[in-house]
């Protein structure tokens, strides 16, 4: 039996799982080349869809031909021949074609038997690039189609271009596209419920296909993008609404309320809270009181306070005879947070312990210990609170910070602690609304927008490396007035593909020149004890300046630090130079923020400047989103779930608040099991991104 009859005995709905390799004239070496592409089965083909189109729906007479430009001719073969191009192991097909207007001459190189294709008196399609050779114009390697009707050539019309396909020919490819399609489009299933299709004007979903691949013109194609865009939007937000109400549905949460502890830590504060501080706290305990399990953003700048939110919380969980745990990407912050935790809540009675790596065993098994009996209130740590032996014994709530750092397993881990524990995440990259929207459909966000007291507006410069005497200068005074210097790089090592400085060659320019003020050096592949070592030196100034990477990007917390250096600022996103920039300025310390640049002769770039306009951190991220896209915002690299195809989170903001309205409603039905291939895709998308 031939492999298309066997494809072809399979149900409908089985053809379009078949494997590539059951088709007639894939064949394993094809199968192979499609599957470096990750096309691996029939369904997968048909989502193959073009980069880039070609408009050739006008033909151009030959005597109108310029060079430079790809045409589209048709035209007779008054001649065709194979000739070796002497002293090379070249052969070329050379072809003279003529319309009514004019004739040119065409070539191929290295095309075996082609002659044999196109034969002289043929009439056919051609489309190539036109280029000048002897003050001549000719056909640079043409595709080609004979036809005696040009309108109907596989060549003309809008063409579409694929990702690159390697080792397979164009025409090939097409025809297998072209093929597929005709059988696999009538068994294509929506995805998006009827009504929700109606709702909102959208193409069916084998139409939509059909115009991506053979679009008819700009509008159809525009509408089959608009189409996909909103079924990718509404399968994350589907996922994300369906996450929420399981969790709200759970109601086996403790109750949280604050009481005499939380009122003692309230009142053991030299300052008042800001009024967004106030009202978030004031959000989480509404929240808290309920038997629904908290699931709560809170986003703020950099420097908002909202680890005092943290403590509240931590606080509030202690008079309610609940656990809290608390945790962080890095045993940096991890270590920050922990001291926070511990300078406010100990001298209230609250047992505190901090879990990382490279304890000691028995310091290590007595927190294990506590943790279980109850003894200990409030744990903070990394990703060792996860896969270490630590269970709870009543957890409460549980507060990740910097949550875009953590995956969904690993956030699901800690959550599998309690029975269904409150969720707190905190993040200070402030994230563009479109993106929240979409990320954080299954969360309530709570906003810190005040600048606590005392809290002064950080200066921006940008320099360039012809002012590095001057830069020295400065940072020299800055330090005979206490103050601490961070400086920055982009890498750890040198590297050939970049000038900048990397964190080690400036650590020791910096220390030449600068030693006697004492200069440290932190970096991400240094061991949690040498990173600690480092800052605790630059802490109590005995290394007034710290050069090194990122890793001092979020949460390390130098009250004396008023300098940030940031070198190579052009390599940075513009989220990223925020977060540097409000590492300084923490302590009622002016703080001066400088993005050295290589040179500044073309003056300051654009990005920069947007840096000097302003240092609201969302305006800054909706900056960083339009120039970089959602995938490179710090902090959601590893976010798969930012990824699409056709929905662009800088330009569908009005659609995905349609698809965010439309996905809540369908939760609220309970009749999302009526929809079987959108539960399948929602699965789908969320196993390969969790």
Same mark, same amino acid.
């Given at each position: ?51 880039? &189109?070609?408009? *050739? ?18 035209? &007779? ?55 000048? &050779?002897?003050? *001549? ?82 509008? +159809? ?11 990718? $939007? ?64 809170? %986003? ?80 903070? +740590?990394? %990703?060792? $609170? ?46 563009? *609304? ?85 200069? +440290?050096?932190? &970096? ?16 109590? +100034? ?33 989220? %990223? ?60 690299? %590893? ?20 698809? *965010? ?30």
């Amino acid at each position: 039996m031939k492999k298309t009859e066997t494809a072809e005995k399979k149900s409908d709905g089985g053809f379009l799982a078949a494997r590539l390799d059951t088709l007639s004239g894939v064949g394993e070496k094809r199968s192979l080349l499609l599957e470096k592409l990750g096309l691996r089965t029939v369904s997968d083909l048909i989502e193959f869809f073009p980069r880039k &189109y070609e408009d *050739r729906r006008s033909f151009t007479a030959v005597s109108a031909l310029q060079e430079g430009t790809k045409a589209v001719i048709f035209a &007779y073969v008054s001649s065709i021949e194979r000739h070796r191009i002497p002293g090379k192991k070249l052969d070329m097909v050379t072809a003279v074609l003529q319309d009514s207007s004019a004739e040119i001459r065409a070539f191929w190189f290295n095309r075996k038997g082609l002659e044999y294709l196109l034969r002289e008196g043929d009439t056919a399609v051609f489309c190539g690039e036109i280029v000048s &050779y002897g003050n *001549r114009l000719q056909l640079s390697n043409p595709e080609f189609e004979v036809t005696k009707n040009p309108k109907k050539s596989v060549l003309t019309g809008i063409i579409p271009i694929y990702p690159s396909t390697e080792g397979l020919k164009a025409h090939w490819f097409k025809k297998l596209m072209s093929d597929v399609l005709e059988k696999a489009l009538p068994l294509t299933e929506e995805i998006i419920p009827e009504k929700f299709a109606e709702k909102r004007s959208l193409m069916p979903r084998a139409n939509a296909v059909m115009q991506l691949h053979r679009p008819l013109d700009e509008a +159809g194609w525009r509408e089959a993008r608009r189409r996909f865009a909103y079924e990718e $939007l509404f399968i994350v937000q589907a996922g994300l609404v369906l996450r929420r109400h399981a969790l709200k549905s759970c109601r086996s949460a403790a109750k949280i309320i604050p009481g005499k502890i939380y009122e003692a830590f309230s009142a053991s504060l030299p300052f008042s809270l800001t009024g967004s501080q106030q009202q978030a706290l004031k959000e989480i305990f509404a929240d808290t009181s309920s038997e629904e399990p908290m699931s709560r953003l809170l %986003q703020g700048d950099v420097g908002s306070g909202k680890t005092l939110v943290a403590v509240g919380l931590a606080a509030a969980c202690c008079d309610s005879g609940v656990q809290c745990a608390v945790m962080a990407p890095t045993e940096i912050l991890a270590a920050q947070l922990y001291a926070e935790m511990e300078k406010r809540l100990s001298p209230l009675g609250v047992k505190t312990a901090f879990v990382k790596g490279g304890q000691r065993l028995s310091e290590r098994n007595a927190i294990i210990k506590g943790a279980g009996n109850g003894e200990i209130n409030v744990i903070v +740590g990394t %990703q060792a $609170l996860l896969f270490d032996r630590v269970k709870f014994k009543n957890l409460g709530a549980v507060v990740i910070d910097e949550q875009q750092r953590f995956g969904v397993e690993q956030r699901k881990a800690i959550v599998r602690q309690g029975k269904a524990p409150h969720l707190l995440m905190m993040s200070a990259t402030p994230i563009p *609304r479109s993106l929240a929207m979409t990320l954080f459909a299954d969360l309530d966000i709570s906003l810190l927008t005040d600048r606590p007291e005392g809290r002064k507006k950080i200066e921006t410069r940008v320099t360039d490396l012809k002012q590095m005497a001057v830069l020295l200068q400065f940072l020299i005074d800055e330090a005979a007035k206490g103050g601490r210097v961070y400086w920055v790089c982009p890498r750890v090592e040198e590297s050939e593909a970049s000038t900048a400085a990397s964190a080690k060659k400036r650590f020791a320019f910096l220390k030449k020149h600068l030693g006697r003020l004492g200069v +440290g050096l932190v &970096y991400g592949g240094m061991s949690g004890d040498e990173k600690e070592e480092e800052l605790k030196k630059f802490r109590g +100034g005995e290394t007034k300046i710290l050069a090194g990477t990122t890793v001092v990007e979020v949460g390390i917390d130098v009250p004396e630090a008023s300098v940030m250096v940031v070198e190579g600022a052009e390599r940075f996103g513009l989220s %990223q130079l925020h977060q540097l920039r409000g590492r300084t300025g923490r302590g009622g310390r002016r703080g001066v923020c400088i993005l050295l640049v290589e040179n500044l002769e073309n003056g300051i770039p654009d990005r920069l400047q947007t840096m000097l306009d302003t240092d609201d951190g969302f305006k800054i991220a909706e900056a960083d989103l339009e120039l970089r896209g959602s995938g490179e915002i710090s902090g959601f690299a %590893q976010h798969g779930l930012t990824e699409f195809k056709f929905a662009d989170l800088k330009k569908d903001l009005t659609l995905i608040r349609k698809t *965010r309205e439309d996905a809540a409603e369908l939760a609220e039905s309970g009749e999302i099991e009526k929809y079987p291939s959108l539960l399948e895709a929602v699965e789908k998308r969320f196993l390969q991104n969790g």
